[in-house]
């Protein structure tokens, strides 16, 4: 079987690109799709950690498996709702870069 | 073996490619679709990692509908043809994302994972007692007439066994959740007004 320590680095590999994307990019759209990688990163290690340490300790059988499932499910809320924002955002602002939108800023 | 760890090395070169492409491509919509793939990769390592019910859930909602969601979004707002520049933070953005990295791989590396889960092996007599309404073991539903096949399948149901009996309640407040974001995004959507 493949080490534990190879599912983690992945995951560590794909967070990493995730945040660098989610900090760097111009478009909404984009910061989304980065933070939809870094969920799927966190995703990858809570999963591997319920398959590979299952029955050690404290980690019961399938423990990570349900918290993956509730990541799954409030990151594709998520999406709903930033995609309703960013449609807002484009019809009142004519743009989805965030470094057009500083009605914030004073 | 060696056929696990060309899988393993296959699909982390698909996921990280499609990663980085998604971050580094100039074009939104190919970056949508790169994205996909990368979603595809992910569950192929849900696989390997003996969570098949997960796979599906990946490819069915990831694949399937977030995605789906992305592409609808990226032409919606019509950003296709300006592209996606980076901003001008992208120095100090790789800086931290590299420092991020390097201290989840140092702990990773260094972290002895099975001691560490063992620690709680204290409390385990706790624990046997809080999931003591657990689907019984094998030995005991063979016991009760039931044949091998049937047997197996009762074992893979600990996923919905725990979902509906020890996470009930976290499972009902995100399908409240839901539904507070589909009406939500559709008030947002929809705007004031008519």
Same mark, same amino acid.
């Given at each position: 079987?493949?080490?534990?320590?190879?599912?983690?680095?992945?995951?560590?590999?794909?967070?990493?690109?995730?945040?660098?994307?989610?900090?760097?990019?111009?478009?909404?759209?984009? @910061?989304?799709?980065? @933070?939809?990688?870094?969920?799927?990163?966190?995703?990858?290690?809570?999963?591997?950690?319920?398959?590979y340490?299952?029955?050690?300790?404290?980690?019961?059988?399938?423990?990570?498996?349900?918290?993956?499932?509730?990541? @799954?499910?409030?990151?594709?809320?998520?999406?709903?709702?930033?995609?309703?924002? @960013?449609?807002?955002?484009?019809?009142?602002?004519?743009?989805?870069?965030?470094?057009?939108i500083?009605?914030?800023?004073? | 073996?060696?056929?696990?760890?060309?899988v393993?090395?296959?699909?982390?070169a698909?996921?990280?490619?499609?990663?980085?492409?998604?971050?580094?491509?100039?074009?939104?919509?190919?970056?949508?679709?790169?994205?996909?793939?990368?979603?595809?990769?992910?569950?192929?390592?849900?696989?390997?990692?003996?969570?098949?019910?997960?796979?599906?859930?990946?490819?069915?909602?990831?694949?399937?509908?977030?995605?789906?969601?992305?592409?609808?979004?990226?032409?919606?707002?019509?950003?296709?043809?300006?592209?996606?520049?980076?901003?001008?933070?992208?120095?100090?953005?790789?800086?931290i994302?590299?420092?991020?990295?390097?201290?989840?791989?140092?702990?990773?590396?260094t972290?002895?994972?099975?001691?560490?889960?063992?620690?709680?092996?204290?409390?385990?007599?706790?624990?046997?007692?809080?999931?003591?309404?657990?689907?019984?073991?094998?030995?005991?539903?063979?016991?009760?007439?039931?044949?091998?096949?049937?047997?197996?399948?009762?074992?893979?149901?600990?996923?919905?066994?725990?979902?509906?009996?020890?996470?009930?309640?976290?499972?009902?407040?995100?399908?409240?959740?839901?539904?507070?974001?589909?009406?939500?995004?559709?008030?947002?959507?929809?705007?004031?007004?008519?």
């Amino acid at each position: 079987m493949v080490p534990l320590l190879y599912f983690q680095l992945l995951g560590a590999a794909l967070f990493g690109i995730g945040l660098y994307g989610a900090l760097a990019r111009r478009s909404a759209v984009l @910061i989304i799709l980065s @933070i939809e990688l870094m969920l799927n990163a966190v995703n990858i290690n809570l999963i591997a950690a319920a398959s590979y340490l299952n029955g050690i300790g404290r980690f019961a059988a399938f423990d990570g498996q349900i918290i993956a499932i509730f990541v @799954i499910t409030v990151a594709a809320a998520e999406v709903g709702l930033a995609f309703a924002i @960013i449609l807002r955002m484009y019809r009142n602002r004519g743009t989805i870069n965030v470094d057009e939108i500083n009605i914030l800023k004073w | 073996m060696w056929f696990e760890q060309i899988v393993f090395w296959a699909l982390a070169a698909v996921a990280i490619g499609g990663a980085l492409g998604v971050v580094l491509v100039r074009d939104l919509f190919r970056a949508a679709l790169l994205l996909a793939t990368v979603f595809v990769a992910v569950g192929g390592f849900y696989v390997m990692m003996n969570a098949e019910f997960l796979a599906v859930v990946q490819i069915l909602i990831y694949v399937g509908a977030i995605a789906v969601l992305f592409i609808f979004g990226i032409m919606l707002t019509r950003d296709v043809q300006r592209g996606n520049a980076p901003n001008r933070l992208q120095i100090p953005a790789g800086v931290i994302s590299a420092l991020l990295l390097a201290a989840m791989v140092f702990t990773a590396v260094t972290t002895d994972w099975t001691t560490l889960a063992g620690a709680g092996r204290e409390n385990q007599a706790q624990i046997a007692q809080t999931q003591a309404v657990g689907i019984p073991d094998a030995t005991e539903l063979t016991r009760a007439g039931l044949s091998a096949e049937e047997v197996e399948s009762v074992a893979g149901s600990g996923l919905a066994d725990l979902l509906i009996g020890d996470f009930v309640l976290p499972f009902e407040a995100v399908s409240l959740l839901l539904l507070a974001a589909a009406i939500g995004g559709l008030a947002l959507a929809r705007g004031r007004g008519r």
